[in-house]
């Protein structure tokens, strides 16, 4: 007998689960950042989600890896600061890399808007090529369901609520700005909820089915569309891909 598609889905999510606590304590103490980069390779830099680790993002950042030219970093940041601190804290990360790479920015649930507040209000022009965020909540949060983990008065309540002036901004400015973006959505996200309604506006979507808030994080769908959004990116030195059209979902 088949089981019931609700329950596959809380399966996946308690698989992705486990695989995050297994991971936690990797990739803590210090950021990882590539050495010896070629002029014009492509860096992507992976940001986890609130109560997670760089850890959580291993798995990806493998099988990103595998592709020639590509090399990855990432960082683990503390869940309690705003938005605005963990942008300038990836802000010194990115200062480290050679000014001659070109940036990929990818963030799970919190880390997407932390990822695309950077590209749009703190990266010097030029500097990022794109940003991917993955069960992102860019309609916010209500205020009740993160008070359960912070304090009210905790500045990250405040960035991730639902009329936030600084979601207000990014949903505003994000038409305007000439970073592409991809927002990459759970269908069966009930950390968020009513996923489709927290894309990027101005910005690509695919939309994974039978998938929750975490479990996106290592879904084969998930991953592929990122990839395929980094490797075939466009280029000044090569003729874009003949298949460069936006991913939808």
Same mark, same amino acid.
């Given at each position: 007998m088949a089981?019931?598609?609700e329950l596959?889905?809380m399966?996946?999510?308690?698989? @992705?689960? =486990?695989k995050?606590a297994?991971l936690?304590?990797?990739d803590? &103490?210090r950021?990882?950042?590539p050495?010896? %980069?070629?002029t014009?390779?492509d860096?992507v830099?992976v940001?986890?989600g609130? !109560? @997670?680790?760089?850890?959580v993002m291993r ?7 595998r592709?020639p030219?590509?090399e ?6 503390p869940p309690g600061?705003?938005i605005e601190v963990? &942008?300038?804290r %990836?802000?010194?990360l990115?200062?480290?890399?050679p000014a001659?790479?070109r ?5 799970h ?7 695309r507040y950077y @590209? ?8 990022v090529?794109?940003t ?6 860019? =309609?916010?949060v209500?205020?009740a369901?993160? @008070?359960r983990? !912070?304090s009210p =008065?905790?500045t990250?309540v405040r960035?991730?609520a639902?009329?936030?002036?600084i979601?207000r901004e990014l949903?505003?400015q ?9 927002s990459i ?5 009930t ?8 894309a990027?506006v101005?910005?690509d ?10 479990a996106?994080?290592y879904?084969p769908?998930?991953?592929a ?6 490797v ?11 298949d460069?059209a936006p991913?939808?979902g």
């Amino acid at each position: 007998m088949a089981l019931p598609p609700e329950l596959g889905i809380m399966g996946r999510e308690l698989l @992705a689960f =486990a695989k995050q606590a297994s991971l936690l304590h990797k990739d803590v &103490a210090r950021p990882v950042v590539p050495r010896d %980069l070629k002029t014009g390779a492509d860096v992507v830099v992976v940001l986890h989600g609130l !109560f @997670a680790t760089a850890g959580v993002m291993r798995p990806m950042r493998r099988k990103l890896d595998r592709h020639p030219c590509v090399e990855t970093a990432s960082l683990t940041y503390p869940p309690g600061p705003g938005i605005e601190v963990l &942008a300038s804290r %990836l802000g010194s990360l990115l200062e480290t890399l050679p000014a001659d790479v070109r940036i990929h920015l990818v963030g799970h649930s919190a880390g997407g808007i932390v990822v695309r507040y950077y @590209a749009q209000h703190v990266a010097p022009p030029g500097r990022v090529v794109q940003t991917i965020s993955m069960a992102s909540p860019f =309609a916010g949060v209500r205020p009740a369901g993160l @008070a359960r983990w !912070f304090s009210p =008065a905790a500045t990250v309540v405040r960035d991730l609520a639902p009329q936030s002036a600084i979601l207000r901004e990014l949903r505003l400015q994000s038409t305007d700005s000439d970073i592409p973006h991809l927002s990459i959505l759970a269908e069966n996200d009930t950390v968020i909820g009513r996923p489709t309604s927290h894309a990027l506006v101005g910005g690509d979507v695919v939309l994974v089915r039978a998938c929750g808030h975490n479990a996106v994080l290592y879904h084969p769908e998930a991953t592929a569309a990122v990839e395929a959004r980094i490797v075939k990116a466009p280029r000044d030195d090569r003729a874009p891909v003949e298949d460069q059209a936006p991913v939808k979902g």
